[in-house]
């Protein structure tokens, strides 16, 4: 049963969460002035769906069998949306809302496939769009857009200071959920004093599932802070929270690996090192490579966790990047 957008949507799926905020953001454009929804549809699906947006005032505008002094119309069109948080789609599921969105009343049709587009697959969509060519002759049209597409649009509006702050606070909910590129720059380096043999041995990070300061941003690499400095750095190949012996939930995957191998690995790592202990999240790193990047600043580290802006393809090239290296020369994320 659909429901309509709210502040207070309700659920609990991630999924659905994302969606009901997609949709918020545009319908407070929309409220505000039609015109600033057509160019974003327009910027993602092209300028025919964002010139239909909003009632048109013609004057003098010839008809088939009259001319009125003055014409007031506004042509229909329909949008459905598929949101997924991750770069792949089901064909099948993408075939029934095209075939739901022809049976639609008259006007343009537009299937939009909004998701976190990770992997540069140019034939991802192959298949649908044949399927849109052959079957519906160019009567519905598909297209696609990653988060990032979506938050471009509309960061290139000008809008109200309002709702240009409820557009930052949009693409800030996008980054803490893994849902923007900019996790593949990331650093995050986590104060592991007197937990070392965990993540150096046992190429894992360990901590409580309880939110808080133990929230993570989605990141690319791990660094080991102990003793002002930075000493190994490792790929995070995923991120995991184990609620029970039958409950978890996959954070992210950074790496092309299965979730039944995410969760098994998962659950040997906290058996070898913390037997029993849920709710944990559980952080599997890739090999941990020495480097020495130092807190040049006094004191030691401010709270459990400092991010970093970094641009390396390996945790061999980050560690030679970072070696020697102060953390006032480098840009906090």
């Known amino acids: ?20 905020y997609c949709l918020l953001v545009l319908k407070l454009l929309y409220e505000e002035n039609p015109k600033f929804l057509g160019e974003v549809l327009g910027t993602l699906m092209g300028e025919q769906i964002g010139e239909q947006v909003g009632v ?56 939009l496939a909004l998701g976190n587009f990770e992997s540069n697959d140019e034939n991802r969509f192959e298949t649908i769009q044949k399927l849109c060519e052959t079957t519906y002759q160019g009567k519905v049209v598909f297209a696609s857009a990653g988060f990032e597409d979506l938050l471009d649009a509309l960061r290139n509006i ?76 490792s790929l995070i190949e995923a991120v995991v929270d184990l609620h029970g012996d039958d409950d978890h939930q996959i954070l992210w995957k950074n790496t092309a690996i299965t979730d039944k191998d995410v969760v098994e690995r998962a659950r040997a790592k906290l058996a070898r090192w913390r037997p029993g202990n849920f709710p944990t999240r559980v952080f599997l ?3 941990l490579v020495a480097t020495s990047f130092r807190k040049d600043t006094p004191k030691g580290m401010q709270g459990s966790k400092q991010y970093f802006w970094v641009n390396a393809k390996d945790a061999q090239d980050l560690a030679g990047q970072l070696a020697e290296r102060g953390w006032s020369e480098w840009r906090a994320s």
Request: glycine share 8%; proline share 4%.
């Open 1 to 20: 049963m659909s429901k309509a957008i709210s502040l207070f949507s309700g659920y609990s799926q991630k999924e659905n969460r994302t969606t009901n």
């Open 285 to 287: 790193l890739g090999e």
């Open 56 to 111: 048109q005032f013609r004057q003098q505008h010839k008809r088939a069998k009259s001319i009125p002094d003055g014409l007031i119309c506004q042509t229909a069109f329909t949008i459905y949306i598929e949101t997924k948080n991750f770069d792949w789609f089901y064909d099948a599921q993408i075939a029934n809302h095209l075939a739901a969105l022809n049976d639609e009343a008259p006007g343009l049709k537009i299937l």
């Open 158 to 233: 000008t809008l109200p200071k309002n709702l240009a702050d409820a557009v930052e606070d949009f693409g800030a909910y996008l980054d803490e959920e893994g849902l923007l590129p900019n996790w593949q720059y990331r650093l995050d380096v986590v104060n592991c004093a007197g937990i070392v043999d965990e993540p150096v041995e046992g190429q894992v990070y360990l901590c409580p599932a309880t939110g808080g300061h133990y929230n993570h941003k989605r990141s690319k690499f791990f660094g080991l802070y102990k003793g002002k400095q930075v000493g190994y750095v």
